[in-house]
């Protein structure tokens, strides 16, 4: 996508007709304008200069921004890369620049200062007799010119409304700004017209005529009209201002030099000539200048800028840290990993500003009727001033109607309505963590009604570690995890390391471990301290020993079992030792993340390649509605389109592995992405790698809609109510009921402020559950009902053997029996052989059953099948 910048648009009519101009484009896939950051986001292969002309032919102005640049820069050196990047930055931020309240507020002060020396003159002196200087006493000609001259001085200080409003009626596309300007020129002209009628009737004679004639004088009308337009345009800035801070405070963050170290001496350079591989240096106090990998020191790292914690994180050598957090304590020294809008910060800032350039589907209904708003409205205030006209009343009258008309009719809060939400929904999504690729997916999250969980570094924490510690008669916990660690140590395992970490952690330091023999499919063998020290699976162990250990620790084993955890067995000198369980454990935020998902009448599924055993357990823990297991990457994208049956799905997982899940998802949230946060396949991204920021990120997105709405409701009722007023449909009903046209431009300038004032109310939504919902989506009755209708039954399991899929004609099975498997590492590691071999399409492995389902499409000699397992080190009993 290319941006650019737009002047010249002052209403959302401006806006619809520049992406209308330029969707006619040749090779315009896509363009999207927004009128809240001046800025316009086109995909196509058409050239910036035919875009540029498209618009400046529709009465616009408009310049390329960073990212094509950025483009063409990235076959530069790194050097200028960066520096390129830093240059397109400080364009996004110049453009985000409040340059119109300071224009305003001076043009505003000069109006302000003019009008009230008319309106002394017109309203002041005929309503409460105010004195006039003597010379002016009586003479009703030159109390009218001194009118003329002060409105003209006020519409030439607001020459803009006409320049603009003239101009965009000439080349076909009125806006705004051509009913403000029509509304003031109409009334000034009128005003001249009666003026020369005066002095007709003063040449005549006629002193009761020219006095009557005072009363039609508009002057006063032409010169309020632009001036409360400007007080609402002044106000309307200031709100829009406030909307894009959160994008502006980002902008911010980007540091401007590093301190690197090289060849032992330290200096001090400006960020852009900071490399991949550079080592830089921070102390405390200092804040972090690009992504890096910590190499000595420590620190205690505050991460709120980008994650929105307010703990400091602290950190060691082989951490990664980020660019624009703060050393709290401590000195680092850290390798550059990432830099200029490669960095974490750079691609959070990319991902809010583009999100800020797209447009929300609920935009179109405001962009339909922004369209033909305006020449709608121009149409209806000449038709009212016609039928007055012909109902007999005086021209002056009609054509107050007529302006009023004009000017209430004007549709900036309709244009307002949904971008300033979005961009302020945005904005706190970015403050916590959760960022949104465009506004469409903000606007749909908050429609899903089924979230399918990935288990693995989604529910789970992704790594295994230990559970428990069950030492056998004669033994003590602290002796087992000793014994263990230090066989274990040798073995490079993922099960290993879990009992490494753990002994690390207590402690303990590992004996030597001599004749160290890795025992394959079974487990492992060595000498510690003169003892004969083994570690392994259940058969194994009780093969060696001799003994039937289901009896010694058979009661344990299947309790642990039950609860998805991996048990491995110890012996020392022909000695049972006693059992360390291993496990994947839940993130401790993951039953809180499914109750708030619950609240919310969503339903909640598991998705897992593991086996059902540990998947139920895991699920049971987390409390998920429904269990899938066995399900392979691949099969992860078909439950998606199964679920997608039922009702609107949210996919979440790492983003990578789940990627066809994540993309088949009507919305795909990528969690677990601190460090590699532009994921292709999301469609949000949770920095902050907790579950409970997406259950986060779908009331946001509920609040945000919720917001959408009041402003478009309020835009819509403005219009629906006052232009009959306006238009004087309510004098008979209501004895009389009429508005001036300067009451008509209050309101319009009101009314634009006040949708911006609503959606900075998001401000304070308070996204995480510690407090009400503002979405107004709780845990009521149909939706629990709703939601257990679609539940299968409580925490339910269905295993990939057990969905009912059509079969090829000629697909066929065999059943391999296997021993050595102890783990989901060790399925993996089978089924990964297997699904190698030609003619084989799938093979369902599970450890506890100690089986292999392949399912083939030809048939596959039972000696290759065999092969194929043993070359991995596990043993094939037999195959049918």
């Known amino acids: 996508m290319n941006k650019y910048s737009v002047d010249g648009m002052h209403c959302a009519a401006c806006s619809a007709r520049v992406e209308k101009a330029v969707n006619k484009v040749p090779g315009v896939d896509s363009c999207s304008v927004s009128l809240l950051t001046n800025s316009m986001g086109v995909e196509g292969s058409a050239s910036p200069e035919e875009i540029i002309r498209a618009v400046e032919n529709a009465g616009y102005e408009a310049a390329l921004m960073g990212e094509g640049k950025a483009r063409a820069s990235e076959r530069e050196s790194t050097s200028e890369a960066v520096s390129q990047f830093n240059e397109n930055l400080k364009e996004q931020e110049k453009a985000l620049e409040d340059r119109d309240t300071p224009r305003l507020r001076k043009r505003l002060i000069l109006s302000a200062t003019f009008l009230l020396v008319l309106m002394y003159f017109s309203m002041g002196h005929s309503m409460w007799g105010w004195p006039l200087p003597p010379q002016m006493e009586g003479n009703h000609i030159a109390m009218a010119l001194v009118q003329m001259i002060l409105a003209a001085v006020v519409m030439l200080i607001n020459k803009d409304f006409f320049t603009s409003g003239f101009s965009s009626l000439i080349h076909g596309g009125p806006n705004m700004d051509t009913l403000v300007a029509m509304g003031s020129f109409v009334s000034f002209a009128w005003s001249m017209v009666i003026l020369f009628k005066m002095t007709s009737d003063q040449l005549a004679g006629d002193g009761a005529a020219v006095m009557k004639d005072m009363h039609g004088l508009y002057f006063e009308s032409a010169a309020m009209i632009v001036t409360l337009i400007t007080v609402g345009k002044m106000l309307e800035a200031m709100s829009k201002g406030r909307t894009t801070d959160a994008l ?131 149409i209806i205030a000449a038709a009212v001033t016609a039928i007055w006209l012909l109902l007999g009343e005086t021209p002056g009258f009609a054509l107050a109607r007529g302006i009023s008309v004009l000017v209430i009719g004007c549709p900036c809060a309709l244009g307002l309505a949904t971008p300033v939400a979005i961009m302020v929904g945005n904005g706190m999504g970015a403050k916590n963590g959760i960022l949104f690729k465009t506004s469409a997916a903000l606007e749909e999250t908050g429609r899903i009604n089924i979230v399918a969980l990935d288990k693995t570094g989604t529910i789970t924490n992704g790594r295994p570690v230990v559970t428990d510690l069950i030492p056998a008669e004669g033994f003590e916990e602290k002796q087992l995890l000793s014994l263990a660690y230090s066989i274990e140590k040798k073995s490079e395992h993922p099960l290993s390391k879990a009992i490494i970490t753990k002994a690390v952690e207590e402690g303990l330091s590992p004996e030597e471990a001599g004749e160290f023999k890795v025992i394959p499919g079974k487990g492992l063998s060595a000498v510690i301290d003169g003892s004969r020290v083994l570690a392994g699976n259940l058969p194994f162990i009780a093969g060696e020993l001799g003994l039937d250990l289901s009896k010694t620790a058979g009661s344990a084993a299947e309790e642990l079992a039950g609860q998805g955890k991996t048990c491995l067995y110890f012996a020392r000198d022909k000695k049972f030792a006693g059992i360390v369980a291993v496990a994947d454990t839940i993130r401790e935020d993951s039953p809180q993340a499914i109750r708030e998902f619950h609240e919310m009448g969503i339903k909640v599924v598991m998705l897992t390649g593991d086996n059902q055993i540990t998947a139920a357990a895991i699920g049971k823990q987390a409390g998920v509605d429904q269990v899938i297991a066995g399900v392979l990457p691949g099969e992860k994208e078909k439950e998606i389109r199964r679920l997608g049956e039922t009702g609107k799905v949210a996919m979440v997982g790492d983003g990578i592995n789940d990627a066809p899940a994540l993309t088949r998802a009507d919305i795909g949230i990528a969690i677990g992405a601190g460090a590699d946060v532009a994921v292709d396949a999301a469609d949000v991204v949770l920095v902050n790698s907790k579950l409970t920021d997406a259950s986060a990120a779908i009331r946001l997105s509920r609040a945000t809609v919720k917001n959408i709405k009041e402003n478009l409701f309020w835009a819509f009722f403005y219009n629906i109510l006052l232009i009959p007023l306006a238009a004087g449909l309510y004098t008979a009903l209501f004895h009389g009921w009429t508005m001036n046209p300067m009451i008509g431009a209050a309101a319009m300038s009101l009314s634009s402020f006040s949708v911006c004032m609503n959606a900075l109310r998001l401000n304070f939504f308070k996204i995480h559950k510690d407090s009400p919902d503002m979405s107004g989506q709780t845990d009521s009755e149909p939706a629990r009902e709703e939601n257990e209708k679609n539940q299968q039954s409580e925490n339910a399991v269905i295993s990939a053997d057990n969905i009912t899929e059509p079969k090829e004609e000629n697909t066929m099975t065999k059943t391999m029996k296997i021993e050595g498997m102890m783990c989901t590492h060790c399925e993996a590691t089978v089924k990964k052989a297997l699904e190698s071999l030609d003619g084989v399409t799938e093979a369902k492995v599970s450890h506890e059953a100690g089986e292999a389902v392949v399912s083939m499409t030809s048939d596959v000699a039972d000696d290759a099948l065999k092969k194929a397992v043993e070359d991995k080190d596990y043993t094939v009993v037999s195959v049918n």
Do not use: H
């Open 248 to 378: 502006k405070s980002l902008m911010k963050l980007v540091p401007q030099t590093a301190v690197i170290e090289e060849g032992g001496e330290e200096k001090e350079v400006p960020v852009s000539q900071v490399a991949v591989g550079d080592l830089i240096v921070v102390r405390a106090g200092e804040s972090i200048p690009v992504d890096a990998q910590i190499v000595s020191g420590e620190a205690a790292v505050d991460e709120s800028a980008l994650t929105g914690e307010s703990i400091p994180v602290d950190k060691g050598p082989g951490d990664r840290i980020s660019a624009a957090t703060v050393n709290m304590s401590g000195y680092i020294r850290a390798r550059a990993t990432r830099v200029g809008q490669d960095t974490t910060l750079s691609q959070i800032i990319s991902m809010v500003s583009d999100a800020a350039a797209t447009k929300a589907p609920i935009a179109k209904i405001a962009d339909k009727v922004s369209g033909i708003f305006v020449p709608a409205v121009l």
